[in-house]
């Protein structure tokens, strides 16, 4: 017999988070080790599913995690909620999307979808926003259409597991996650969208 409380002294601390939020399975079948660090130029951070403000995050954050030299990395965000966690029909919604990054110096890498902050419908309750981290067997040469941030067209209906199956990028190395419902700046966003 499987003693769970045992295994789970043995995960670390994200690991945990990602299990007792069901990012796993909803998001990534196994849950990374590593922690990805997010700072946004509001001031805050996200910690392991603590609850932030659309406006909080409406801007690009600053993301580090441990790396190797001469090494590559993609970096994705996503939503697994929505348009809500309760009927996740457009399950997972990619907020951003980044390859090739060279060390975690994401300004030099190859930006596949642009950076779009939390943007969680009124009335549908808190959103997972989960940060990945992939470490990628070399450079690759991606075959994504390439999504600006002014438009929410062809986001929905992603999947980080298949996109990382795609690539052969295994499990995710690194990984973070913070939760976020509706507030005054989301209007704001679906403008930006042409929503």
Same mark, same amino acid.
């Given at each position: 017999?499987?003693?769970?409380?045992?295994?789970?002294?043995?995960?670390?601390?994200?690991?945990?988070?990602?299990?007792?939020?069901?990012?796993?399975?909803?998001?990534?079948?196994?849950?990374?080790?590593?922690?990805?660090?997010?700072?946004?130029?509001?001031?805050?951070?996200?910690?392991?599913?603590?609850?932030?403000?659309?406006?909080?995050?409406?801007?690009? #954050?600053?993301?580090?995690?441990?790396?190797?030299?001469?090494?590559?990395?993609?970096?994705?965000?996503?939503?697994?909620?929505?348009?809500?966690?309760?009927?996740?029909?457009?399950?997972?919604?990619?907020?951003?999307?980044?390859?090739?990054?060279?060390?975690?110096?994401?300004?030099?890498?190859?930006?596949?979808?642009?950076?779009?902050?939390?943007?969680?419908?009124?009335?549908?309750?808190?959103?997972? %926003?989960?940060?990945?981290?992939?470490?990628? #067997?070399?450079?690759?040469?991606?075959?994504?259409?390439?999504?600006?941030?002014?438009?929410?067209?062809?986001?929905?209906?992603?999947?980080?597991?298949?996109?990382?199956?795609?690539?052969?990028?295994?499990?995710?190395?690194?990984?973070?996650?913070?939760?976020?419902?509706?507030?005054?700046?989301?209007?704001?966003? %679906?403008?930006?969208?042409?929503?």
């Amino acid at each position: 017999m499987v003693n769970f409380r045992v295994l789970a002294r043995g995960m670390s601390s994200i690991a945990r988070a990602f299990e007792a939020n069901a990012v796993v399975p909803d998001v990534v079948f196994k849950a990374p080790e590593n922690v990805v660090t997010v700072k946004f130029p509001s001031g805050v951070e996200v910690n392991s599913g603590n609850v932030l403000t659309p406006t909080q995050v409406k801007d690009v #954050p600053s993301v580090t995690w441990a790396t190797q030299p001469d090494t590559f990395y993609t970096l994705a965000m996503t939503d697994p909620d929505a348009p809500s966690r309760k009927e996740p029909t457009f399950r997972e919604w990619h907020h951003w999307l980044v390859g090739n990054v060279p060390g975690n110096d994401i300004a030099a890498g190859e930006t596949l979808s642009a950076y779009i902050g939390s943007g969680p419908p009124p009335g549908t309750g808190l959103h997972r %926003y989960v940060y990945l981290v992939y470490k990628q #067997p070399g450079k690759i040469n991606f075959d994504e259409q390439r999504l600006p941030n002014n438009s929410g067209d062809k986001r929905g209906g992603f999947s980080i597991s298949k996109f990382a199956k795609k690539y052969n990028l295994g499990d995710p190395l690194a990984g973070n996650f913070y939760q976020a419902e509706y507030d005054d700046y989301v209007p704001i966003l %679906y403008k930006q969208l042409g929503a």
